[in-house]
């Protein structure tokens, strides 16, 4: 035998000598870190909403003249949490972590936050329980990458993916929820973690099992809109327009912000006497204009079936968007997402009423859309999850006015850690 074939013949032996590796998945490993995390994640906002739900209801015995000492005395007590457990941070802080802490979100504050958001959200506060569940679930990330020594982009990717179980429990919207978490972390016009978006996806869907099958979530919208029909090209004009408005008012609420911002910040003083301040302006605005009162998850459906005045709802529009900027500034604990929602509701139906003619459901959404994006800088997300939220099939119109108000906003953003460095 010449040495050729004889070298043949060795080589394929050694190849049968190996044992036959054969993988048919693309799922491996990480397939079934992100799946617990989803699981955990859902399991933990399933809880919350129970609580806070319990919570709620307890709380909401106090109306009348009684709600402003409701609100203050949780708000001290939150502040009083805060100041003695720690302070466990805002959005601004979520987002500086995962862009310059390596991707860690520190589970050593979740106490505070957890205890001190549900006296917030629970008491009647203009914010919502989207920033502790995030803040929670994405640490729960960070933890779980740990115990499993993921280092880098890996880690990262984790607590992001975290950070997407949280969004998707609140809003029930799993793709939402996941551009969501990626999309908020960035800086100009990069998505810049586009790399987790299959980890975020994994641990949305089976966090959005879990939170479902806890408190009995169905599919379907969450807010009742009347039907649109399609009218012709140009209500994608009107949705642009509806959402300059919506940026405009976008901008008031920035500013606005900015102002209780500087009073509160004006003097030192504790966070519980912040808290206790903001309990009680919110006590005041909540006693003479009681759907202010909470974070709009429950109210837009009933903005949705009264029947405001046009002054009214001048009111209504004015004093929430004072009343998120007190909540924002004054200590409390929350994310302004849905709040910013009912806001942009307001506003549609306002222009519904002042102009009949115009399509109410068009207005409704480009508001909501415009507002949203303006200030949170996410026109993907809020398209997607303002279809969900309420069962609008025409993504285009969503589309157009998340663009709009997106590009509209202001150069310095909202949320600071958005920014370039």
């Not at 859902?42 to 709600?67: K, M, N, R, S």
């Not at 507002?371 to 993504?395: D, E, K, Q």
Request: hydrophobic share 50%; glycine share 10%; net charge positive.
């Amino acid at each position: 035998m010449s040495f050729k074939p004889k070298r043949k013949l060795i080589t394929y032996l050694n190849i049968l000598d190996q044992p036959i590796k054969f993988n048919p998945f693309v799922f491996n490993r990480n397939f079934w870190l992100w799946a617990i995390l989803g699981l955990i994640g859902g399991l933990i906002a399933g809880l919350y909403w129970i609580i806070l739900e319990l919570l709620t209801h307890q709380l909401a015995y106090f109306e009348g003249w009684l709600v402003i000492p409701t609100m203050a005395i949780c708000g001290f007590l939150a502040g009083i949490i805060i100041h003695f457990i720690g302070d466990p941070g805002e959005i601004h802080l979520i987002v500086d972590n995962i862009r310059f802490n390596k991707g860690k979100l520190d589970p050593k504050n979740n106490p505070s936050m957890i205890l001190s958001s549900l006296l917030c959200v629970g008491s009647g506060g203009s914010l919502g329980p989207e920033a502790p569940l995030v803040q929670v679930t994405g640490s729960t990330g960070t933890w779980l990458g740990k115990i499993f020594r993921l280092k880098g982009e890996e880690l990262r990717s984790l607590s992001i993916a975290g950070m997407a179980s949280g969004f998707t429990a609140l809003f029930g919207a799993p793709l939402g929820g996941s551009l969501f978490s990626l999309e908020i972390l960035h800086h100009k016009h990069a998505v810049e973690y586009y790399k987790a978006i299959i980890p975020a996806l994994v641990a949305s869907s089976f966090s959005y099992v879990i939170f479902a099958l806890i408190i009995h979530l169905g599919l379907g919208a969450v807010w009742d809109l009347p039907n649109y029909e399609y009218s012709g090209t140009f209500d994608f004009a009107l949705a642009v327009f509806f959402a300059i408005a919506a940026t405009a008012i976008g901008w008031c609420f920035i500013y606005c912000t900015k102002v209780f911002k500087f009073l509160f910040e004006k003097k030192p003083i504790p966070i519980y006497i912040k808290t206790l301040i903001g309990g009680i302006l919110l006590g005041v605005i909540s006693y003479y204009l009681p759907i202010t009162r909470y974070f709009g998850h429950h109210e837009i459906n009933e903005l949705l079936t009264r029947n405001f005045s046009v002054t009214l709802l001048i009111l209504i529009l004015l004093f929430k968007i004072i009343a998120i900027s007190i909540t924002v500034t004054s200590g409390w604990r929350g994310g302004f997402i849905i709040p910013l929602f009912f806001v942009g509701t307001t506003l549609g139906l306002l222009i519904h009423q002042l102009f009949p003619s115009t399509n109410l459901t068009l207005a409704i959404i480009s508001c909501m859309a415009g507002i949203n994006a303006c200030v949170t800088r996410t026109p993907m997300s809020t398209t997607i999850l303002l279809a969900t939220l309420t069962g609008f099939s025409y993504f285009i119109p969503i589309l157009f006015a998340s663009l709009t108000g997106y590009f509209l906003a202001p150069k310095i953003p909202f949320i600071r850690s958005q920014m370039e460095n």
